[in-house]
């Protein structure tokens, strides 16, 4: 008889997620062997402890994805790589928004849309093995364009709005230090912090976004995907959530969709220009930005077009 | 594509023209002085010939035989409020779901259907309505009720119900949606903690108005709930209503019975602007900035 | 820092089969919430053909016993167990038709004036009061029918519209004004119908593009003439809309109409005589029915009703859509 749920705390291995008991032969993994003897009848997941359990690969390989018949992303084989920003950019309608879409199971929410392709996560198969789109997004969060905090909730209430699906609910202590280290992540914790019961839309628009910033981050996502999440905000506001974007790379790997070229030149690490719904190239930023392999690219990154 | 012809211009005829624009211009301004009169004609006689028949007696008594003084209408009042809450209870929940399920599948066939016999639907006469309510839940247990009332209202509520609803949940803008759904909410979570609250100030708007239309009902209630001339509270019972007391006593021939039905017609519209103004309360969020 | 909760979340990804309550619980979540809803919804026309049935059940009796003399039969006897409901069918059409006449110019005039006219700060407030008209009980026009409207007119527009415009002469204002008349019924019911038809023109002709009065006025129209040529002609299949909209209302009327009209099934080419209309009719002997053909043939009336209030609402619907599909076009 197993008992179900109990999850063993391991050093850093490679078994993430996978079952203890089913692992058949722990040879040079003693990590496996000492689990197995404190829990022997533990039906228990590995996963990794500390910040590096947040460390995670999304990768998209042979991806497409179609709007009925319109074909908006291209075969596309894109790696955002664990603690690093990923910024994706290219010209109107080059099918990036769409791309982050797909990487958490949004896109089919639309009606007539359709994927196909393999996404994985840390080698999770994202679509299909019978994944939910559900669990896909509790482990990859996304920041849409305009602010969207839930007009009817507080402050603490909006960030603490994803843990509802979560199992089990917190104390309210525990709850309280959710709520504040999501907020100091997202870089608003001083200005909220007397009025987290106060409404939410009361805040600007700035203020808004790292909210839904917040949000996102407090059920710990492994991957936080930001589409387009300055383009309707004021330079001040933008500054400050590109700070934060560069800071949260140690502890979650983001990819960021924006046509702000010098946005992505500011905050990520590696870049990815996409046109026509292909993708052209993908490079560290650097590299992109200063010695770009493509003729397209470089036409996009000095303004000949987009 | 519209053609405007306009006739040649000569002097004569540019006179004779501009004449006829001016009169029919000032026409307009008649029917609208003449369209507001009835209004205010109603409302000034309720309020000069109730007033002067309200009294605290007419709040806390029950109706006396005429020719007796005093009596009040206070079973009809209470009546009425009971009614109403009856007709809530059965009318706006089922509007609510209904409109939740309009927004959502919006042009399916069925979607369509249902629509469009919501529509019907309001436009059935409340006698029919009545005479509906009284096949189904009168006749066959041989006597009048308060219940059978509140049905027959709470029917007529729903198509209001389920239209606000409905538009109250589309205009919440998708965007809310997509920020649930991408926190992993289920699709019915979203619809219901974030969608439906969202739109819950404009919805209960709609709803108060509609309880405020059906209260001044009477056709309704002519055969189910009957009017009672003593206190009742029970559901299986008729029951005094406020529009069916005011209508036995305007056409008694009776003078102080006239004067209680004005009384009567005072309170009730007074009754409808409260609710109504209920109605625009709830449309200020809990945060108190006005959701439009 | 982090601590077993944080790590819950850390598990793999959960898979339908196995993995969170919470997944599991989404499934069935959505499906009862699907259920529940489309339950709701269903409500509405599982209602309508309940209201189809239980009337013509109760209806048939009466229905199958006079057949289609029902509607053309002038007699309603209750003694004599006879029933033909056309002078209710007949006072239905005239006190609508009557209550047309009078409020369709004057809510069209109304509307052009909010829409075309009227000054900024006179808009609200106007339209204000005549929408404000549809909120008031029909049973407190009723009252005040009785004892404004009617003594008026027993006072003061008939014996001018009988004496002074000899209209007297004519059938319409033949034979004694009591008070209760058809005439009565056909005002208090333009009251009752304006504020529809009124609000339904205004957002039509509101719906009205600039553009086309603005070319009008470029080729010389007076303003009444702009109005005539180039707004009307573009909102008029909505107005006639709103119009039967309007009818819709009327018809359906009850309480008000049945305070005035005085409630004798008779036909008389006069508007001062006392009348019935299908409504007033159920409303004035639903109570006192004694036999069941009396109740069955009320039913009956009812029916009548009911089919000629859909037709026409659906009428009254279709042209207001048809204009603002045009208008999308």
């Known amino acids: 008889m197993t008992e179900p749920g109990i999850v063993a705390l391991v050093g850093d291995t490679d078994f993430d997620g996978r079952s203890l008991a089913s692992e058949p032969d722990a040879a040079g993994h003693p990590e496996i062997a000492v689990a197995r003897q404190l829990f022997p009848n533990a039906d228990s997941r590995i996963a990794r402890s500390g910040a590096d359990a947040d460390v995670a690969r999304l990768e998209a390989t042979g991806l497409n994805a179609y709007f009925g018949q319109r074909h908006t992303v291209k075969d596309v084989t894109l790696a955002l790589e664990p603690r690093s920003v990923t910024a994706i950019i290219g010209p109107s309608g080059c099918g990036k928004s769409t791309l982050l879409r797909c990487l958490n199971r949004m896109h089919e929410t639309v009606p007539g849309a359709r994927t196909t392709g393999s996404v994985t996560l840390d080698g999770e198969q994202l679509y299909g093995g019978g994944t939910s789109a559900i669990a896909v997004r509790r482990h990859v969060g996304m920041v849409f364009q305009r602010p969207t905090p839930f007009p009817t909730m507080s402050i603490r209430d909006n960030v603490a709005a994803g843990l509802k699906t979560r199992p089990g609910t917190p104390s309210r202590a525990r709850l309280d230090e959710i709520v504040e280290d999501a907020l100091r992540r997202a870089a608003l914790w001083n200005e909220v912090k007397d009025r987290l019961g106060t409404g939410a839309i009361a805040l600007s628009g700035g203020q808004q976004q790292r909210l839904c910033i917040a949000r996102a981050l407090a059920t710990r996502p492994r991957v936080l995907l930001l589409d387009e999440p300055t383009a309707s905000l004021d330079p001040a506001s933008t500054q400050k959530i590109e700070e934060l974007v560069y800071d949260l790379r140690s502890t979650v790997t983001v990819g960021i969709v924006t046509h702000n070229m010098q946005q992505a030149a500011r905050v990520s690490d590696r870049t990815a220009f996409m046109l026509d719904g292909e993708l052209i190239e993908t490079a560290p930023t650097n590299t992109l930005f200063t010695a770009p392999r493509d003729p397209r690219t470089e036409a996009y990154i000095t303004g000949r077009f987009g | ?292 | ?329």
């Open chain 3, 1 to 329: 820092m982090d601590s077993i909760e944080s790590i819950r979340g850390m598990t793999r990804l959960d898979r339908d089969t196995a993995g969170g309550a919470s997944i599991i619980g989404s499934d069935l979540g959505d499906r009862a919430y699907s259920v529940i809803t489309t339950g709701f919804a269903v409500c509405i026309p599982l209602l309508l053909i309940a209201i189809a049935v239980e009337i013509g059940r109760a209806a048939w009796p009466a229905l199958h016993q006079f057949g289609f003399g029902f509607l053309t039969s002038s007699e309603w006897d209750v003694q004599a167990g006879k029933y033909g409901a056309a002078p209710a069918i007949f006072g239905t059409v005239v006190s609508s038709l009557i209550a047309l006449l009078i409020a369709t110019p004057l809510s069209l005039g109304v509307a052009i004036f909010l829409s075309e006219f009227a000054p900024r700060w006179l808009q609200t407030p106007v339209a204000f009061l005549v929408d404000l008209l549809a909120a008031i009980p029909s049973v407190v026009y009723g009252l005040w029918a009785i004892f404004v409207l009617i003594p008026l007119l027993r006072e003061d527009v008939v014996p001018f519209l009988r004496d002074t415009l000899h209209f007297g002469a004519t059938p319409l204002f033949a034979g004694p004004a009591y008070g209760p008349s058809m005439l009565a019924a056909g005002v208090i019911l333009a009251i009752m119908a304006l504020p529809y038809i009124s609000a339904v023109s205004r957002e039509v002709l509101r719906a009205v593009p600039r553009a086309q009065r603005e070319a009008a006025l470029a080729l010389g129209a007076t303003r009444w003439e702009v109005i005539r040529d180039a707004v009307i002609p573009n909102a008029r299949s909505g107005i006639i809309g709103g119009v039967i909209l309007g009818l819709g209302r009327a018809l359906g009327e009850t309480m008000a109409v049945t305070m005035v009209i005085g409630n004798r099934a008779e036909i008389s080419a006069s508007l001062l005589a006392p009348g019935y209309t299908m409504a007033s009719l159920i409303a004035n002997e639903f109570s006192e029915a004694t036999s069941d053909l009396h109740l069955s043939a009320l039913m009956a009336v009812g029916a009548v009703l009911f089919v000629i209030t859909i037709i026409v609402n659906a009428i009254a619907r279709w042209l207001v859509w048809s204009v603002s599909v045009r208008h999308e076009t």
């Open chain 2, 1 to 292: 594509m519209s053609t405007t012809v306009v006739p040649r211009s000569t002097r004569m005829n540019r006179v004779k023209r501009r004449g006829m624009s001016g009169l029919m211009v000032t026409l307009t301004y008649v029917a609208a002085a003449l369209a507001t009169l009835p209004l205010l004609f109603i409302i000034a006689h309720i309020v000069k010939l109730g007033a002067g028949a309200i009294s605290v007696d007419l709040f806390t008594k029950m109706p006396q035989p005429v020719g007796e003084a005093g009596g009040g209408m206070a079973n009809a009042i209470s009546g009425t409020l009971i009614l109403i809450g009856i007709a809530a209870a059965v009318g706006v929940p089922i509007g609510i779901g209904a409109g939740l399920y309009l927004a959502e599948h919006k042009r399916t066939p069925l979607a369509n259907t249902v629509r469009f016999l919501s529509d019907v639907l309001n436009g059935i006469p409340s006698i029919v309505m009545g005479i509906f309510a009284w096949q189904l839940l009168v006749r066959p247990v041989g006597h009048f009720s308060a219940l059978s009332g509140g049905v027959a209202l709470g029917a007529m509520i729903i198509p209001l119900v389920t239209r606000t609803t409905e538009e109250m949940i589309l205009i919440v803008p998708n965007s809310l949606r997509e920020a649930a759904l991408a926190l992993g909410y289920q699709r019915w979570r979203t619809s219901l903690s974030v969608i439906l609250r969202t739109a819950m100030p404009g919805i209960v708007t709609g709803a108060l108005v509609a309880i405020a239309r059906i209260a001044g009902e009477t056709a309704p209630l002519l055969f189910t709930a009957f009017g009672n001339q003593f206190w009742s509270t029970s559901l299986r019972q008729p029951i005094a209503a406020l529009p069916l007391q005011i209508f036995t006593y305007a056409i008694s021939p009776y003078d102080e019975w006239h004067s209680l039905a004005w009384a009567g017609a005072l309170v009730l519209i007074g009754i409808v602007l409260i609710i109504s103004i209920a109605a625009r309360f709830a449309t200020r969020s809990r945060f108190g900035a006005a959701v439009d």
